[in-house]
């Protein structure tokens, strides 16, 4: 049979996603259940694949179904499409099975010839609207079908609105329509060399065309690039009966939200043009009005809406986001799918829809990406400051959260600009979809038009950057690159900042706070459930009390790494310098001393506080880990102040001495040399002394009913003798601190896995550890041989754009390799002892893909930074959401 390459509306469902995209997959199911759709037929996504595969040739069949489809809708709607008497009118768009704002190719009014524009200026009893549906065909076909740059045709519109003195498109008389005609006529013969097509079959082959090859046009390809879209789907052909909002003032076109798309609240939420076809509403050429106005204007129209709106949220159980076009008071719908949102208004719409029983729970946290919550604790501008600061401009608070950068006035010159390492805010007098990469490469995103639903404010929201659009105070002098608002000038570089939640404007820059954690109800009962469904542990690297109080309040139930080096930065590393300096001098009573009086106090008093925070939680506590040089300066800052202080006639032998001490120490590859439990071995009295402070803490804290769980971990085990050869010295201290104490208390000793030999020999290694815990950073460090210190700056990067690797392994656990060598070890491990406790604690346990990773290896826990345990609590619900095979989300 042949291949059937046209679905009507009526054979389509949502559920046909991949084959009629998502805009005909959804004007079918609409279709279907009743709702008033402008009739029309889908050519499908394998048609688009076909077509490129065939070196931009129509697949057999695919012409004369689509001709055969054309008749049919014809017989139904009592005009044909190509009677230039009677004109049957179309819409042609693109609609792809996952949306993507960056490819918006539609052409309207598909049909329209020099004698069918008399037929419909006769037929409707308005020339003005007839002349201006044929004006929008040939400059919607020439930019998207003829390549001709938008510009050309803007100048005219402009030109025709001075010479009849009227501010905005629906004032322009037909006349002046007709002269438009023309001159957009010849603009086309001018810039392509050839005729606009009178033939309307032709119009609609070149359309069709002009959308499939929209699917590799850059912007496309941009985008997926960008989202992680892949490049194999194609887009699909909506062709449609055409509806008129730019017949009259009882007639237009919106877009609209079911609920508010950045706060989440329950309230009707969109735009409206009089007088429109949709393309004006969502280019921000014209300034729209709040949709509510339809209540009072048409409200019979807004009544049907309102009842659709709630028809669609039950049928989708999902926010909807839907275009309209009413025609004389009528109401049609154009298209609905699931409304993008703000991290916060995901979020508030997850909670009520469960509270509201059109969603599960389990529904709820997958609704919401992990990466969106981190948007939830990013910073906003301090709001004192912002109440002392001059609000240089106004606009629309198109998406929420501050940004601070220099303007920039064009996507390249921001995109450009950011790869320099520069925050940007990209300044526009509107954004188009060939903005979208000056947009990827911003901070935030300011636009002088354009409604909250015009194409920079969707885009904005959906990247989670802020946004304040149609921003009318800024006056943009595209030629000076600078703009004005009242008196001051803003040139290119200057500085502002953005808020994107209250729509204000800065001059200069404002400083933000982190948003608080309590203060989000919604976001904690998400986790909430979250935490009903995972699996795995979410535990926090934390270094201090403060640290591991916070890693609690965002719901971590352990410390997995407490990376006790950091204790000895800031004041304290003299008196670890001057330790340092009595061993290597050989006054090894002098070293001990500082280790017993200076140095022991010090992390007792850490520990104990990290105890306390984390009552009746485990507290993981690795003992020293980087090599000893690391708390010296370096070598040649030294070599230049003994030179400085020579010439200066001072003093130097203490400063030799250091260099000395310096020079003894340096080794070629540090970190592949004297650290982790080697520095233990070669100097035990720095780890007695840690378990002792440890042990310390733990047992005076335990004597006022703290519930202390400590675990001592011992970091870069590459051999089971090196456990042999430190783990017993360092129980018996604490069992001698347990004694002096007289309390007893629980406790393990375990080590990191981060070595690939002890990966490779983790039977042997948990014959003496407790627990493991993959230090990721330095197990993908030598598992590819790769310094973590120099990779991203020299190559990594480079390797990750050519696709050689493809992503970097130090973000996302490499599965295959470094996964495997975890792999080897969770087996052999458990295999040894069953009770083993397995964690991560590398940068990765705050990384969804690796949490989903380390969910499937059946690890214990991750561990990562505090202000990551949100995000890690809920992927790692995902990760247990999608072992179970949640059902398909609808939109
Ligand atoms: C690791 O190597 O993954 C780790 C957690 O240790 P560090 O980053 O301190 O070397
Ligand atoms: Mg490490």
Known sequence: MATKWVYTFEEGNAGMKNLLGGKGANLSEMTSIGLPVPPGFIITTEACLAYLAEGEQFPEGLWEQTVENMKKLGEKMGRQFGDSNDPLLMSVRSGARISMPGMMDTILNLGLNDQAVEALAERSGDPRFAWDAYRRLIQMFGGVVMNVRGERFEELITRIRNEQGVKTDPEVSAEGWKQVVGWFKNVVREETGQEFPQDAWEQLRLAVEAVFKSWNGKRAIDYRNATGIPHDLGTAVNVQTMVFGNVGWDSGSGVAFTRNPSTGEDDFFGEYLFNAQGEDVVSGARTPIEVHHLKEDLPEAWDTLQEIAETLEKHYREMQDIEFTIENKKLWMLQTRSGKRTAAAAVKIAVDMVNEGLISKEEAVERIEPGQIDQLLHPHFDIEAMEAANVLAKGLNASPGAAVGRVYFTADTAEEMAKAGQSVILVRPETTPDDVHGMLAARGILTQHGGATSHAAVVARQLGKPCVAGCEDIHIDMNRLQFMVDGTVVKEGDVISLDGASGRVYLGELPTVAPTFDEQPDLQQILEWADEIRRLGVWANADDPEQATRARNYGATGIGLCRTEHMFMGERTEKFQRGILAKQAGNEEEAQRVLDEELLPLQREDFYGIFKAMDGLPVIIRLLDPPLHEFLPPREELIA??????????????????????????EFNPMLGLRGCRLGIMMPELNTMQVRAIFEAACDAALEGVDVHPEVMIPLTSHINELKEIQPLLESVAQQVMAEKNIEIKYKFGTMIEIPRAALTAGEIASMAEFFSFGTNDLTQMAF???????????????????????????????????????????????????????ICGEHGGDPASIEFCHQLGLNYVSCSPYRVPVARLAAAHAALNEKGMPERPD
């Open 641 to 666: 102040e003994v030179a400085a202080a020579r010439a200066r006639g001072e003093d130097v032998s203490e400063a030799e001495k250091l260099l000395s001490t310096v020079e003894d120490m340096a």
């Open 785 to 839: 041989g790769i310094s973590r210190d120099d990779a991203e700056r020299k190559f990594l990067l480079s390797y990750v754009e050519k696709g050689i690797l493809p992503v970097n392994p130090f973000q996302t656990i490499d599965p295959i390799g470094v996964g495997r060598l975890m792999e080897v070890a969770v087996q052999e491990g458990r295999a040894v002892r069953s009770d083993l406790e397995i964690g």
